[in-house]
């Protein structure tokens, strides 16, 4: 017998249009926006890093719940390592300079994948930043950092395995909720909607299992031109879909 599915019902923002509660997205194209301009890819990641900026501001303004970006893949680790280096300089920068604006801004941290395979100081950087911004409300940014959606599912397996060998959990008990409540993404609202920027129409190992009847928009915009507007005309377009789940 199949339940029926809870919708993550979308809600009326201030605005006036619908947003979805649980907004994810690909953060891809840098690279080319700064090869258009015959600049270092750094100077494309410096402008995606502003552009995430705008992008959580413009989040919370609009009343979106949590916003997941993927921020840096398990398979990014095949960069050139001076690639990798920027990618996390930027990362400890951003963090260093932003963490108390999310906290004052009403901003809750949190991060899925296995972030402490990172620089140490990134790693206490980040929980300290988690830390203090735990008990805000507001929005909850969650970034994806060492994250691979098959890495999540073999963890979540290891972990589904070693309760089961404790006899903690029957095997034939294991269902779509045992599942769920081992992911990196337990505490979070269903995902709504997967936006892919830079015209790449592939998930590239991001949130597998939770974007099973999340809406798919692929856009051609490169990350660092994604805006305000840029998320207004995505959440307008997901407001246009219906979401079925298989029923009628
Ligand atoms: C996204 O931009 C940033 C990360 C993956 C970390 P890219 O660096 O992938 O940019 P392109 O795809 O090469 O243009
Ligand atoms: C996906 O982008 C990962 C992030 C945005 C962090 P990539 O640029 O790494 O993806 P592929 O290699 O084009 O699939
Ligand atoms: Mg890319």
């Known amino acids: 017998m199949i339940a029926p599915l809870a919708s993550s019902a979308a809600k009326s923002s201030k605005s006036g249009f619908f947003v979805p509660r649980h907004v994810a997205i690909i953060m891809d194209g840098n690279g080319r926006w700064a090869s258009a301009r015959h600049l270092p890819r750094l100077a494309g990641h410096k402008k995606g890093a502003d552009a995430v900026k705008k992008t959580v501001r413009a989040a919370a303004e609009m009343g979106i719940e949590v916003l997941t970006l993927y921020a840096f893949s398990s398979e990014n680790w095949r960069r050139p390592a001076s690639e990798v280096a920027d ?129 798919l928009l692929f856009i051609d915009t490169l990350w660092p031109d994604f805006d305000s507007e840029t998320l207004k005309t995505a959440v307008e377009e997901y407001a246009r879909r219906e979401r079925r789940y298989g029923g009628l």
């Open 87 to 215: 990618l996390m300089g930027l990362l400890r920068l951003c963090l260093q300079q932003e963490m108390q604006n999310l906290k004052e801004k009403g901003i809750c941290l949190k991060v899925i994948g296995d972030y402490t395979r990172l620089d140490q100081d990134l790693v206490s950087l980040l929980n300290k930043a988690i830390e203090i911004t735990a008990d805000n409300t507001r929005l909850t940014l969650v970034f994806a950092l060492n994250y691979g959606a098959q890495d999540e599912l073999v963890h979540v397996t290891r972990l589904i395995a070693k309760q089961a060998c404790k006899g903690l959990l029957d095997p034939d008990n294991i269902d779509v909720s045992t599942i769920e409540s081992f992911l990196y993404t337990r505490d979070l609202p269903p995902l709504d909607l997967v936006i892919r920027t830079s015209g790449e129409k592939r998930l590239s190992n991001f949130l597998l299992w939770q974007a099973a009847y999340a809406e």
